[in-house]
């Protein structure tokens, strides 16, 4: 009765601490992005901030934003933007979350020195309302295959259009440009301009963007847009919408800890680290059976690194690299070659990740230092499977058929030259030179197949016990 009290304690024990935890962790999902405002509350603007590259965490951010917007019926959404640019995928899905809002929307390019290069200039063209605040610019919106970095800022030097290197480009170029000359016309805003923007990686500062009408205007902060935007109509759908937006209560949406786990997990960085945890996780786990530890880490790692993959732009020739350097540091462990195995693995797996990814976004590209920290830790692990080799040639065998050899057995029952020993708790069959007797002690000098060679035992030295009776 008391062992079973014990038992079941802690039981019940785990299972309300369980049923809490899952209960804290709705709650704060719940609340770590909602906001106040419900039918019939207080007037209220959304502020979104979308910092950094355009990625499928920061397209989940304000794809989720919108649609609390456009559940709780709020009067405008504000998206704050500074932007190098980012993933083409990630961009339409924004873009598309922002053309099908029931709430207008307006961009907004700042803090003053921010921009909203490449994709940030398709979203700010894609919304009901467009602003700048002063010292910050946009465009530079080639696709990356034709117009390098594309990020720099700066209009076309010397005035002529860039011309595609093959037809693949082409079609990339005018994909892009009929893409943005379509929202420019759906917003009324400059078509020109946004097809220079594309085809020359033309750029605009503020001022220059809202006289050449690709902004509707400039303002130095949320409070100076709302100000302005005031009374405007927008096209929202099929109808048109007059903006109030006296009075409206600012509020901003935090992204929630989903958002912050894909932000982390989507960083190339993170992924290929995720993934060389996984890899060499299982390998170890692979190597030293029941371990655990490393498998469990290692497979979680895997998961999740490839979880970012499928999430990124993803070089075919990047993958089929990391696959050959697995294979060669499994032959290594298996059959080591002293590291030749090992150090080829090391190699290709860093000509893996520095291809891994097939962008050229600053913020989507893998860091040297990480690059570093994977060809070091190839280099350590092919030294240690090196060392493991070398040290075990001076090891006794422990397994197999030449551990037999040398171990010692009894005598079970003995005909002439053969008979039966006992040896590891097993009956084997024996042969020896000499004729040997039930209950001796043999020694095993050789093996073939089932049956072992042995030989008698040598007697311990007697001296000692002669050196007893003589002191007596």
Same mark, same amino acid.
């Given at each position: ?33 909602s906001v106040a405002p419900t039918a019939g509350s207080e007037r209220v603007a959304l502020l979104l901030r979308l910092n950094g590259a355009v990625s499928p965490a920061s397209a989940d951010y304000v794809k989720r934003g919108l649609e609390l917007a456009n559940e709780r019926e709020v009067t405008l959404v504000i998206l704050q933007m500074d932007t190098p640019g980012g993933l083409d995928?990630?961009?339409? !899905? ?9 709430? %207008? ?30 010292? +910050? ?9 034709? /117009? ?24 990339? @170029? ?17 078509? *020109? ?16 963007? !809202?006289? !050449? ?42 992204? *929630?800890?989903?958002? =912050? ?5 989507? *960083? ?9 945890? /996984? ?12 371990? @655990? ?25 990047? @993958? ?14 298996? +059959? ?17 990740? +520095?291809?891994?990814?097939?962008? *050229? ?36 065998? @422990? ?39 039930? /209950? ?17 035992? %040598?007697?311990?030295?007697? =001296? ?9």
């Open positions: 009765m008391n062992i079973y009290r014990v038992m079941v304690r802690p039981r019940r024990f785990c299972q309300q601490a369980i049923r809490i935890f899952a209960l804290a962790l709705i709650l704060g999902s719940a609340s770590l992005f995928t990630s961009m339409r !899905e924004i873009i598309r979350a922002i053309l099908a809002s029931s709430v %207008p929307v307006a961009s907004f390019v700042a803090p003053s020195g921010a921009r909203a290069a490449s994709a940030g200039t398709y979203i700010l063209y894609a919304s009901h309302i467009a602003a700048m605040a002063p010292g +910050t610019n946009l465009g530079a919106a080639t696709p990356i295959a034709l /117009g390098g970095s594309g990020f720099d800022g700066d209009d076309n030097r010397d005035g002529k259009e860039q011309q595609p290197r093959s037809a693949a480009e082409a079609k990339a @170029v005018n994909d892009a440009a009929a893409y943005l000359r379509g929202l420019a016309e759906l917003r009324n805003r400059n078509a *020109d301009w946004a097809e220079r923007a594309v085809r020359d990686a033309a750029s605009l500062s503020s001022t220059a963007a !809202e006289r !050449e009408k690709v902004i509707d205007f400039t303002a130095t902060t949320v409070d100076d847009l709302m100000a302005q935007a005031n009374g405007r109509t927008v096209h929202v759908g099929e109808t048109d919408i007059r903006l109030d937006t006296t009075g409206l209560i600012v509020q901003n949406v935090e992204p *929630d800890w989903r958002t =912050r786990l894909l932000s982390v997990i989507a *960083d190339p960085n993170v992924a290929l680290i995720l993934m060389i945890i /996984g890899i060499y996780g299982l390998i170890f786990e692979f190597l030293t059976p029941g371990a @655990v530890i490393p498998g469990t880490v290692g497979g979680i790692s895997l998961l999740l690194g490839l979880y970012a993959l499928a999430m990124l732009p993803v070089s075919y020739a990047g @993958v089929g690299l990391i696959v050959l350097a697995v294979a060669l540091f499994v032959a290594e462990a298996h +059959t080591p070659t002293f590291g030749v195995l090992g150090l080829s693995g090391a190699v290709a797996l860093v000509l893996g990740a +520095t291809i891994l990814f097939d962008t *050229d976004v600053p913020d989507l590209e893998v860091s040297w230092p990480v690059m570093v920290g994977i060809g070091i830790s190839g280099l350590a692990f092919s030294f240690i499977v090196a060392r493991l080799a070398f040290t075990a040639r001076r090891h006794a065998v @422990v397994t197999g058929a030449e551990q037999m050899i040398g171990i010692s057995g009894k005598v079970s029952d003995w005909t002439d030259t053969t008979g039966y020993i006992i040896a590891h708790g097993e009956r084997w069959r024996a042969v020896c030179a000499e004729r040997l007797t039930a /209950g001796e002690d043999v020694t095993v000098i050789a093996r073939e197949g089932l049956t072992l060679e042995v030989a008698r035992k %040598p007697h311990r030295d007697q =001296r000692p016990l002669e050196g007893r009776e003589k002191s007596a």
